[in-house]
């Protein structure tokens, strides 16, 4: 696997108070020929996440049409979304798109926790509300600390979705330990878990987030970051399974790496990939989690 870098499509610059920094978690939506419109998290002065987007040409690598405002902010303060919006991917129920995300919140000082919220986005391509209003998924006795990134998919009669979930916020390196892990649902709603996904390594992947799937004759793909727990902030990871259940780590074959210089020469992070007329695409974010915005790299064939 090889992907070429397309360069930095997205600059980030302040559009609003709510958004002033960061354009973080890119989730692209086909609108018509080869413009998407990508929808992205961003931070005020608080480092609170609302969401925003900007219309990209994919091909002619230009921005289209930039939000002036967000289209859905952070909660209010006693709201499990208090302290920002993280999005996953977006999938179709009901004749209904939702958008799952990673609720932030913090309360009594304590540490932040994760929860997962649901948006539903409208005909219009730039309403989201929320459905429900309270967590969509919460801690449980499987989960029972902090989750975070949610990605959805529809596949052999069932829904399901790969998920992040903490395990301990620290470990014999002082490095969090973070899965991905599994669940399944028949109507979309209830989820039965089914525990760890991507096996994790103390030292070599130990933290995940933002999971992202595609499915072919070959079996599950699956890209999302890690960091190894040594200090290297975050690469962008691969990795490989035949039912999507039991899945193999292959960051050596994921093609995809840091600059030697620029605005994503530290980190590389939140990958979202995706097909457009037969090409494999990724938009991604650079160092800083997303600071400056974020860049497209194309898979060689």
Same mark, same amino acid.
């Given at each position: 696997m090889n992907w070429i870098k397309l360069g930095q499509v997205f600059k980030m610059k302040e559009l609003h108070p709510l958004l002033k920094s960061h354009a973080a978690n890119p989730l692209a939506v086909h609108l018509n020929n080869d413009t998407y419109r990508v929808f992205?998290?961003?931070?005020?002065?608080?480092?609170?996440?609302?969401?925003?987007?900007a219309d990209i040409d994919i091909i002619k690598l230009k921005v289209l049409n930039i939000c002036a405002a967000p289209i859905v902010k952070y909660g209010e303060e006693e709201s499990f979304c208090s302290h920002g919006i993280s999005i996953g991917n977006l999938y179709e129920q009901d004749d209904k798109r939702f958008i799952l995300f990673m609720g932030w919140n913090i309360r009594n000082n304590?540490? @932040?926790?994760?929860?997962?919220?649901?948006?539903?986005?409208?005909?219009?391509?730039? =309403?989201?509300?929320?459905?429900? =209003?309270?967590?969509?998924?919460?801690?449980?006795?499987?989960?029972?600390?902090?989750?975070?990134?949610?990605?959805?998919?529809?596949?052999?009669?069932?829904?399901?979705?790969?998920?992040?979930? =903490?395990?301990s916020w620290t470990s014999e390196n002082g490095e969090m330990i973070h899965a991905i892990k599994y669940a399944v649902s028949s109507d979309g709603i209830n989820w039965k878990r089914k525990g760890i996904a991507i096996p994790y390594e103390i030292g070599q992947a130990q933290a995940f987030s933002r999971p992202m799937v595609l499915i072919d004759k070959n079996g599950y793909k699956m890209w999302y970051s890690y960091r190894s727990g040594d200090r290297t902030k975050y690469?962008?990871?691969?990795? =490989?399974?035949? +039912?999507?259940?039991? @899945?193999?780590?292959?960051?050596?074959?994921?093609?995809?790496?840091?600059? +030697?210089?620029? @605005?994503?020469?530290?980190?590389?992070?939140?990958?979202?990939?995706?097909?457009?007329?037969?090409?494999?695409?990724?938009?991604?974010?650079?160092?800083?989690?997303?600071?400056?915005?974020?860049?497209?790299?194309?898979?060689?064939?």
């Open positions: 992205f998290s961003s931070r005020d002065n608080n480092s609170k996440s609302s969401v925003g987007f304590e540490h @932040w926790r994760g929860d997962i919220g649901r948006l539903e986005l409208l005909s219009d391509n730039k =309403t989201l509300n929320l459905n429900p =209003t309270k967590a969509f998924i919460g801690i449980d006795i499987e989960d029972p600390i902090s989750l975070s990134y949610p990605f959805v998919l529809f596949h052999e009669g069932v829904y399901k979705m790969w998920y992040g979930s =903490t395990i690469r962008i990871g691969y990795a =490989t399974s035949v +039912d999507g259940i039991v @899945w193999e780590r292959k960051h050596d074959e994921v093609g995809i790496d840091v600059s +030697d210089s620029g @605005w994503d020469s530290e980190m590389i992070c939140y990958p979202f990939v995706f097909k457009h007329k037969k090409q494999v695409y990724m938009f991604y974010n650079g160092n800083d989690y997303g600071r400056e915005g974020f860049g497209m790299a194309r898979l060689k064939q």
